[in-house]
C-alpha cells in the first residue's frame, strides 16, 4: 500500500522561502509519476510541479516557474518542493500524489495522495 506523508508547511512571510518534503512508502517508485498540487479555499485543486521517478524529468504550473523546485530523492524515497519567494496567492493546502506512469501527467488523475499540509503567506 502506496503511503504519502507530506511535511514543511506552516505561516510565512511574502518573500520567503518554505521547502515541502513527502515521504513515500509501500511500494519500489521507479515507475512512478511524482506531483504537487495545492488548493486554495474555495478554488479547485491544480498542480504545482511534477516529477518523473526514473530520469528526474520534470513540470512546473507558470505561477510558479523560476520560483519552485521540485526534486526527488531515490535513496531515501522522499519527494522535494522547494519554494522560494512566496506570494500571498500561494497560500493553500499543498498535497504530495503518486501514479505509475512513463509521461508526467498535469491533471489530478493520481492515484495515492498524502493529506496535505497548510501553506500561509502574510502579505
Known amino acids: 500500500q502506496v503511503q504519502l506523508v507530506e511535511s514543511g508547511g506552516g505561516l510565512v512571510q511574502a518573500g520567503d522561502s518554505l521547502r515541502l518534503s513527502c515521504a513515500a512508502s509501500?511500494?519500489?517508485?521507479?515507475?512512478?509519476?511524482m506531483g504537487w498540487f495545492r488548493q486554495a479555499p474555495g478554488k479547485e485543486r491544480e498542480i504545482v510541479a511534477a516529477?518523473?521517478?526514473?530520469?528526474?524529468?520534470?513540470y512546473y504550473a507558470d505561477s510558479v516557474k523560476g520560483r519552485f523546485t521540485i526534486s526527488r530523492d531515490n535513496a531515501k524515497n522522499m519527494v522535494y518542493l522547494q519554494m522560494n519567494s512566496l506570494k500571498a496567492e500561494d497560500t493553500a493546502v499543498y498535497y504530495c500524489?503518486?501514479?505509475?506512469?512513463?509521461?508526467?501527467?498535469?491533471?489530478?488523475?493520481?492515484?495515492?495522495w498524502g493529506q496535505g499540509t497548510q501553506v500561509t503567506v502574510s502579505s
Open positions: 516529477i518523473k521517478w526514473s530520469g528526474g524529468s520534470t
Open positions: 500524489a503518486a501514479r505509475q506512469s512513463t509521461v508526467i501527467i498535469t491533471s489530478t488523475w493520481y492515484s495515492y
Open positions: 509501500g511500494h519500489t517508485f521507479s515507475s512512478y509519476v
